[in-house]
Structure formats: C-alpha cells, structure tokens
C-alpha cells in the first residue's frame, strides 16, 4: 500500500499519540488523531484553575526532563520550538534542605568533560562521609564496566545494599532519584529500569544529565505546538473522541465511539493502560495482552501549589527537601515568570495519602516556611492529586510490544517502551516506533 492510500487513526493525544501523528504526517501519511478529553496533552497538560476572578494556567504536575531526552527534543524541535524558549537548562546539581540545613549538596563542574565532572562531583558532594562517596564512586564505575546490566532483577533497595550503598547514600541519593525517575519506593522499584535510566544520563555525553526544567505551561510546550503542525500538515486532531471499540474489516479498521466511526488502514492505540480494556476488550486475540495490564499497579504524583506574595522567590528554580512529605519544591517565578508561585511534588504512594488535601497543603507549606524562613504565609493553595499518574515501575513487569496479533494494529503509550520508566520520553519513543512500522512496513 503507497502512502497515499494509508489512513492511520491514532486513538489518544497524549505525549505518545502525538508523537507518533507527527511522525507519520511529515511523511505524508493521512493521520486522525483522536482523544477522549477536551484537550490533548493527556498526563502532561496544563490545567486553568479560577480564584475569584482570576484564571491561573497551572499543570497536571510539574514536569522535568534530561538532556538524554532526545527524542522529545526532536520531536519539538520538528514542531518549531526551540529548546532555548522552552527550558532552563540546568547542568547536573543537586541541593537537599532538611529544615534549614543543607543535607546533601551535589556540584557536577559544568568546566569539566563527562565522566570527569561527575567523579568530582561525588567526590566533594556535602552530606556523605568520606567512605561514602568511594562507595558511589565505586559502584558507578562497576555499573559502567557492566554496561548497566544485570542478569536478574531485584528491587532496588535490596539492589543498593547489595552494592555496598549505605542508608544515608540511599536516602540522601539514590531515592530521591528513583522516586523521580520512576515514581516507584525503592523497596519494589526495578534495579534494571533504574539503570537504564542511570545508562542514559550519565553514560555519554555531559549534557545528557542536564535537567531541562520547562519555562512554559505544558500545554504551550507540547500540544500547541504539536497541533498547529499537525493542522498544517493535513492531519486532523480531534477532542472529545472516547474510542468505544475497534472493528477489523476488509479495509482495515473502523474505529468507533458512541456516535461515530472512522476508517483506518491502521490504528495505533496510544492509550495509557488504565482504560486499554475498555477499548481493546472485543478483540480476542488481545485478552492476554488486557489481562496483562489489568495486572498493572498504579502511582499517584501529588503537587501542592502555593502562591507567596510576587516579591517571594528561592536560591535556585529546583530545591530538594528530605524528613518530611515534601520532596522537590520548584520555583515558577525563576521558571515560567508565575512570579511567587511554587509547586512542590510528592511522587509515589505515602502518609501523604492518609490526610486531607488542606490538611497536605498546610503541612507542606510548614516545611517550607522551615526550609526556607523568609516565606510569608501563602496567598492561595491548590492541592492537584494524580491518583494514577504512572505505571508503579516493579521488578519485571511485563512489558506489551508494539506490534499486536492484529495486521496493521500497533499500540503505543509509555508502558511499551520497555526500557523505561513512564515517561514523556518513553511515551514519545513509543510513539516513534509505533509509526516507523507504518512508515517503513
Ligand atoms: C503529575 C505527573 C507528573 C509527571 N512528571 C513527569 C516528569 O517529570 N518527567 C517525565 O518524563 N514524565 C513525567 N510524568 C509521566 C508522563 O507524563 C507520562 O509518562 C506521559 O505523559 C504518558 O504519555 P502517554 O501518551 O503514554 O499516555 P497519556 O498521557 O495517558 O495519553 C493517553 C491519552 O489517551 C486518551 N484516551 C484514553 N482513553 C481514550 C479513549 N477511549 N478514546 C480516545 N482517547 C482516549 C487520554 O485522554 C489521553 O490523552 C508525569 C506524569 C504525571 C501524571
């Protein structure tokens, strides 16, 4: 079949949707990509919240991303954003505060070339004894001599002690970087996702363990962007399109919802797992793959907004905070001009679960103000509580490939990307290769 007579219907416009619409329309390949909301975007959206008479633009969750996000800074790139517009760039550091203290303090000198800069950087990072910055140092060159394998699987935690990773490295470290990397306790976390995360951060070039930390509101980073390209590329994108089922005919698919159906020669199913049974139910030679993610645990990402007086603002635009629930604490004023505002993040399950948001904001806030003693009480709080925001990253979980049983059905979506962790960049690598079986069948 030329590319001409293709007609692919994505079915979900987050990170992994879009990504594969993109691709397939740059070829020329007819794309309608379809979403159950009333905005693309999916887990990484922002969302307008009112107080009184003001909208303020806020995220689903702040977001981070590395320098080893390659692919998504591809794909932006090809949707004309510039990286320079879109993120401060941070090069690898890492600042800790318990209460007023610094508790761990990382410096990666920007000077020097990667590996170097990191060894010195372990070498005379605060807040570990002597012994133990070896003992990193030691267990990063192991890993590296090891290509970032291991034979079996293992939670982390038991993965850490085994190599030798005090508690305090572990707490002051390696956790803090799981709950990041994989929003997962690192008493189930999986040791081989973790490294691959590790490979692709610190394995290659410096700028890959930069943070890109986002100067503009999700939805103005990637759907915008990403539906204008599209729109001008004769793809159609469509809101409020809830995928009922997928019918296989003589010409390939009809994709339906409640009140319409769409012909496709193909379909990708770019949807998270939560709701894949509700689409892919009818289809027999799929309920294995149904059962497999109806297996799935979930973890929520919790973020507390909190508005100081515009004047407020912190040493850095990321601080990490320990011995408490607060885990990260951004600066939108140095960040996105939201002059005052913080958003702190709670990744993974926790006590924080067990009170009420006001209850959650005002602790959270009380940290702060111990953290960092200039803080005024907050003007506003908002309390945004992603119950499933990602797949819960344990020890071996099976992971579906792209292809399916069905000829011309692809899936997509951040669990298929079996390397990683649920993230923007996996998404957008799914959704890469899903279309390269369209493009280069
Ligand atoms: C609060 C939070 C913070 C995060 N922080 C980070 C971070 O800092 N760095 C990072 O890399 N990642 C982060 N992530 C993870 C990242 O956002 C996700 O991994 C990624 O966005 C997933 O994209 P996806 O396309 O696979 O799935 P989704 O974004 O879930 O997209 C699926 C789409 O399918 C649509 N859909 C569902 N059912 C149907 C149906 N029946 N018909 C049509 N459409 C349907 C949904 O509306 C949705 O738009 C975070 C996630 C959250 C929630």
């Known amino acids: 079949m030329n590319k001409q007579a293709r007609h ?37 959206r922002s969302v307008a919240i009112e107080f009184g008479s003001q909208v303020h633009q806020l995220d689903n969750g702040q977001h981070i991303m590395l320098g080893a996000y390659r692919e998504t800074l591809k794909l932006l790139a090809s949707v004309g954003v510039q990286e320079k517009d879109a993120f401060l760039r941070v090069p690898l550091s890492l600042d800790v505060r318990a209460g007023k203290q610094t508790a761990f303090k990382l410096n990666a000198p920007s000077c020097l070339p990667a590996p170097l800069n990191q060894l010195i950087g372990f070498l005379c990072c605060q807040g570990l004894h002597w012994s133990e910055r070896v003992a990193v140092i030691k267990f990063m060159l192991r890993l590296k ?13 038991n993965f850490l002690h085994i190599n030798q990773q005090s508690s305090n490295v572990t707490t002051m470290l390696w956790e803090p970087l799981c709950l990041a990397a994989l929003n997962t306790p690192i008493n189930i976390a ?46 159609k994108v469509l809101h409020n399109k809830r995928v ?99 958003a702190v993040i709670i990744s993974a399950e926790g006590k924080h679960q067990d009170i009420t948001q006001e209850e959650l904001a005002l602790k959270v806030a009380q940290e702060l103000k111990a953290a960092f003693p200039q803080l005024d009480k907050p003007l506003w709080h908002k309390v945004i509580a992603e119950k499933r925001a990602t797949f819960s990253c344990n020890v071996n979980l099976p992971r579906p490939a792209h292809i399916t049983p069905y000829p011309h059905l692809y899936l997509a979506g951040d669990y298929t990307y079996a390397d990683y962790p649920a993230t923007i960049e996996g998404a957008v690598r799914s959704g890469i290769n899903a279309a390269n079986y369209i493009i280069n069948p």
């Open 145 to 157: 001599n090891s290509h970032y394998q291991i034979a079996d699987d293992a939670p982390l935690a």
């Open 244 to 342: 009922k089922s997928i019918t296989p005919n003589a010409n390939g698919y009809s994709v339906s919802t409640k009140e319409e159906s769409f012909e496709a020669s193909h379909v990708i199913v770019a949807m998270s797992p939560v709701r894949l049974r509700n689409v892919i139910g009818d289809l027999p030679k799929l309920s294995n793959l149904a059962e497999q993610t109806d297996s799935y645990d979930y973890q929520p990402i919790y973020t507390i907004y909190l508005q100081y007086p515009r004047n407020t603002t912190l040493s850095a635009p990321m601080l990490g905070l320990t011995g408490g629930l607060s885990q990260w604490v951004f600066d939108r004023g140095i960040l996105c001009k939201q002059h005052g505002l913080m």
């Open 8 to 44: 692919v219907v994505v079915i979900g416009a987050g990170m992994a949707g879009m990504g594969a619409a993109v691709n397939l329309a740059a070829q020329g390949i007819q794309v309608t990509l379809l979403d159950a909301a009333a905005q693309t975007g999916g887990r990484a």
């Open 190 to 235: 999986s040791s081989r996702i973790f490294l691959n995360v590790l490979r692709d951060t610190f394995n290659s070039k410096k700028a890959d363990s930069d943070f890109l930390l986002p100067k503009l509101d999700l939805s103005q980073l990637f759907s915008q962007p990403i539906a204008r390209y599209l729109n001008a590329n004769n793809a």
